[in-house]
């Protein structure tokens, strides 16, 4: 079991050493300012503050940032460019004597060697930007050669910034790896200009402040000088004296606030130095250095300048982010690279592209998250759009997910966008199309089947309310029932009644007294058409039929109403036919007799002539006057 331990401990060493394990090792403090800074990235691959347009004095920053992290600043594309296909694809010259660089253009050209270092990319020093000129010589041109110290002045006595510019002039050569008289001369200056209190202006006569002393600290240590020279100690010593109650540090004495750019370099100075900027030895009561900066780091990644208050938070997110990586200038890329997502990411998303719906309501879900250890997810700036049309609104939103039901969609294709931002201001939009068939019911309804063979004749069938449309039956067969379809303008169905008294009933066709012409036209009285009284009702207008309100239903056609009178008349038939024959036995019961009426002749002779009998045998007609 013993033997196994070795084993073991170089897999668990090999394991740390891996990218995977960096990446899962790195503080989320470093993720969180590389998540700020994709944000800030441009299409042209540098970065700036607000504008859209990369800034050359800031990108260089940037770089080193980014390297700082243990990530290649040459992998960070977008659109194709990355930072350093930025600086070489511009006018560096052009950007050295720009306002934006503070007209300091050696300290531009000392910042631009420290990237391409950073970067991995040394070679480039020499042949840099669109005209492929040599930063070294270009630096190197700025240089006093009475005494070898750097100044952005070309007349005079060349002490505007010269402290300033001597710094950054001996952290590029050591980044260039340039040796010799030049950087020994730069060098032995710079320690000449060592105040009393043991800090460094930013030129001779200036008054000493923290960042330009503990900068000071990392060139001369980067130009040989040993940590524990007197020149380092006193300098540290000031930075103690220096620093505030809450372990932060200002920039000059009478400043009332700690600075995080001011807290950052006196780190990297303590760090180069030696030191150890998170331990007791720097502490004010629980707080320290380290601690002091990391509280500074808002949620977006950025750095506030002090507590409360951010200024030029791109730039004071580098410089912190140096620091707290602990590397010190110049450094050039970690041989165990990382590049690890920035973006958010789904980690589900529907209704799923091409998915289709027979429903017109349709829940949108989503889950996601941010890159492994970023910012995380802002809620108030995710946004949904649905065909176009911002509807955030509605919906149910939060850092993780988000659900939205939608309503009344039409049938078609249809689309969902969702668009997921991190506190830094990266993010990511995904689209789905989806697809809402819903079957539409028909207007009318359906053609009737044909009518089946037979021999023996049915009686025909009288449809109730038909749809305003819809096919047409088909034939019906030999012998079978035959359907009566009512015509496509309405008409009033009325029932005949037998009426003893004499009340007038209409006739189905033609005239009748009181009717004249009905149903081919005219209008009847609704008291004569519903004899129960009420009026044709619209709604059966739809039905080419009208029907009486309040009068129940009444759907018979023609055919219908005329048989219906037919069979109406036959008691007034009988009743004709019963008294005619009364009448004609009480004739034939007189004249059995021989009795002679009054006025002349018997009953059969008055009979007889009425037929138009008498005068063809004879008979002579009865007096004037007979009844």
């Known amino acids: ?97 720009s306002t934006g660089t503070q007209a300091n253009a050696p300290s531009f050209y000392a910042k631009c060697i420290l990237a391409y270092k950073a970067s991995g990319r040394p070679d480039l020093v020499y042949s840099a930007g669109s005209k492929h000129i040599d930063l070294v010589a270009k630096l190197n041109s700025y240089r006093y050669s009475v005494d070898g110290h750097y100044s952005p002045s070309t007349s005079g006595s060349h002490a505007f910034a010269a402290t300033n510019t001597t710094i950054w002039a001996i952290l590029a050569l050591k980044a260039a790896g340039e040796t010799g008289t030049y950087m020994d001369e730069a060098v032995t200056w710079l320690r000449n200009q060592q105040s009393a209190n043991g800090g460094w202006g930013s030129q001779s006569g200036a008054e000493e402040d923290v960042d330009d002393t503990a900068a000071a600290v990392q060139a001369l240590i980067a130009g040989g000088v040993t940590p524990g020279a007197a020149v380092i100690s006193d300098a540290l010593t000031f930075l103690h004296n220096r620093q505030r109650s809450d372990a932060g540090f200002p920039s000059l004495a009478g400043d009332g606030h700690s600075y995080a750019e001011s807290t950052a370099w006196a780190i990297q100075a303590i760090t180069a130095s030696g030191g150890d900027p998170g331990s007791a030895a720097w502490a004010k009561g629980s707080a320290t250095p380290v601690s002091f900066l990391t509280a500074r780091q808002l949620k977006s990644g950025a750095y506030e300048h002090r507590s409360g208050v951010l200024a030029n938070s791109l730039m004071t997110t580098t410089q912190a982010t140096i620091a707290i990586t602990g590397r010190i200038f110049p450094f050039g890329m970690a041989s165990d690279t990382v590049h690890s997502s920035y973006k958010p990411v789904f980690a589900s998303f529907k209704p799923a592209g091409g998915a289709r719906f027979t429903t017109h309501d349709v829940t949108v879900t989503a889950r996601y998250h941010d890159n492994s250890g970023g910012t995380g997810i802002k809620a108030s700036a995710v946004r949904v759009v649905v065909d176009g049309k911002n509807r955030t609104g509605p919906a149910s939103v939060s850092s993780s997910g988000l659900t939205l039901k939608l309503t009344g969609l039409g049938n078609g294709s249809h689309s969902v966008t969702i668009k997921l931002v991190d506190r830094a201001g990266n993010t990511l939009s995904k689209t789905h199309e989806f697809t809402v068939s819903v079957p539409t019911p028909p207007h009318g309804g359906g053609g009737g089947g044909g009518g089946g063979g037979g021999s023996t004749p049915t009686p025909p069938v009288y449809p109730t309310a038909q749809p305003t449309s819809g096919g047409g039956g088909g034939g019906g067969g030999g012998g079978g029932p035959t359907i009566i379809t009512p015509s496509s303008t309405p008409f009033a169905t009325m029932t005949p009644t037998y009426d003893p008294y004499g009340t007038t009933t209409p006739y189905p066709y033609g005239s009748s007294p009181g009717v004249s012409g009905y149903p081919l036209g005219d209008t009847a009285s609704p008291g004569a058409l519903y004899p129960g009284g009420g009026s044709p009702s619209p709604a059966a207008s739809t039905s080419g039929q009208l029907q009486p309100s309040g009068g129940g239903d009444r759907h018979i056609p023609m055919a219908g109403l005329l048989g219906g009178a037919l069979v109406a008349l036959i008691p007034i038939g009988a009743a004709g036919s019963f008294l005619m024959r009364k009448r004609l036995l009480t004739t034939l019961s007189g004249a059995g007799h021989g009795k002679v009426l009054p006025g002349g002749g018997s009953s059969w002779q008055r009979f007889r002539h009425r037929l138009g009998l008498g005068a063809r045998h004879g008979a002579a007609p009865p007096a004037d006057g007979a009844a």
């Not at 042209?44 to 980014?66: K, R």
Request: proline residues 6%.
């Open 1 to 97: 079991m013993r033997k196994l331990w070795p084993a073991v401990a170089l897999a668990v060493c090999i394991g740390l050493l891996s990218p995977t394990a960096a990446l899962a090792a790195r503080p989320k403090t470093w993720t969180h300012s590389l998540d700020y800074f994709h944000a800030r990235q441009r299409q042209s691959g540098g970065f700036s503050e607000s504008s859209q347009t990369s800034d050359a004095n800031i990108t260089p920053w940037v770089i080193l940032a980014i390297s700082a992290t243990r990530e290649n600043p040459s992998q960070w594309k977008l659109g194709g460019a990355s930072p350093v296909s930025y600086l070489q694809g511009i006018d560096l010259e052009a950007a050295a004597a």
